[in-house]
C-alpha cells in the first residue's frame, strides 16, 4: 500500500510566522502535490513537483513557498502565515495512472 | 484550470437504496477519471477509476460517457458506512499530471 505521511495532524501558528509542513512517501513516485482544503471551495492545488529540485506552481501560490530536496519528500512553507491561511492542508503522490495518494492531512489554525 | 460540477447534495437515502451520482466535465480532451471518497475529516480516498466502458467494484458501478462530458457513480444495495462525501476527479491533459476535483456530493445513510 501507498505511504504517505505527514509531519503534523494538528497545527496552530501565530500570525507572521514562518511554517513548514512535511510529507514523506515511500512509494518512490515521482510526482508530488501540496492542496489546501476549505468548507465550500473543494480542493485547490498550491503546489505541485515532478521531480527533485523542481516546481510548478498550482492555482493558489501566493504566499506558500515549496521544497523538494528528495524524491521521498515534500515540504510546503509559509513564509509568513496569515489568518486567511487557515485550512486543512493535504499531501499527496501521483501514481502511474494520474491516481493521487493522500497523507491524513495537516489542520493548521493561524490566531 | 477547467472544471468539474457536481451537485452537492446532500443526498439522505434508506439503507438498501441505490442512488446515483453524476458530474460534469468541461474539457473534452481529459484523458483520467476517479471516484475518490472522503469521511468528515480525513483525507480524501481512491474509491474507483473510471475506463470508458464502465467498470464495476463489488456494489459500485462507474460509468463515463465521453460525447456527453459527464461521469456517473452508482451504490447499489447502500450501507450506513457509505455515508460521505464523493468526489468526482479528472485530469485535464493540458495540465499534466495535476487532477481536477469536484467540490464533492454529500452522502447520508440512513437506518
Known amino acids: 500500500d501507498v505511504k504517505v505521511t505527514q509531519s503534523s495532524r494538528y497545527l496552530v501558528k501565530r500570525t507572521g510566522e514562518k511554517v513548514f509542513l512535511e510529507c514523506v512517501q515511500d512509494?518512490?513516485?515521482?510526482?508530488m502535490f501540496w492542496y489546501r482544503q476549505d468548507p465550500g471551495l473543494g480542493l485547490r492545488l498550491i503546489y505541485f513537483?515532478?521531480?527533485?529540485?523542481?516546481?510548478e506552481k498550482g492555482d493558489i501560490p501566493e504566499g506558500y513557498s515549496v521544497s523538494r530536496e528528495k524524491k521521498e519528500r515534500f515540504s510546503l512553507i509559509l513564509e509568513s502565515a496569515s489568518t486567511n491561511q487557515t485550512s486543512m492542508y493535504l499531501c499527496a503522490t501521483g501514481g502511474t495512472y494520474y491516481e493521487q495518494y493522500f497523507g491524513p492531512g495537516t489542520r493548521l489554525t493561524v490566531t | 484550470r477547467k472544471e468539474v460540477e457536481q451537485d452537492p447534495g446532500p443526498f439522505n437515502v434508506p439503507e438498501g437504496a441505490t442512488v446515483a451520482f453524476n458530474c460534469t466535465y468541461s474539457?473534452?480532451?481529459?484523458?483520467?477519471f476517479f471516484w475518490y471518497r472522503q469521511d468528515c475529516r480525513k483525507e480524501p480516498k481512491l474509491l474507483m477509476s473510471v475506463y470508458s466502458s464502465g467498470n464495476e467494484d463489488g456494489r459500485f458501478t462507474a460509468q463515463l460517457n465521453r460525447a456527453s462530458q459527464y461521469i456517473s457513480l452508482l451504490i447499489r444495495d447502500s450501507k450506513l458506512s457509505d455515508s460521505a462525501t464523493y468526489l468526482c476527479?479528472?485530469?485535464?491533459?493540458?495540465?499534466?499530471?495535476?487532477?481536477?476535483f469536484g467540490k464533492g456530493t454529500s452522502l447520508l445513510v440512513t437506518p
Open positions: 474539457n473534452s480532451a481529459s484523458q483520467s
Open positions: 512509494m518512490d513516485h515521482e510526482n
Open positions: 476527479v479528472v485530469n485535464m491533459r493540458d495540465s499534466g499530471y495535476a487532477l481536477n
Open positions: 513537483s515532478y521531480d527533485v529540485k523542481m516546481k
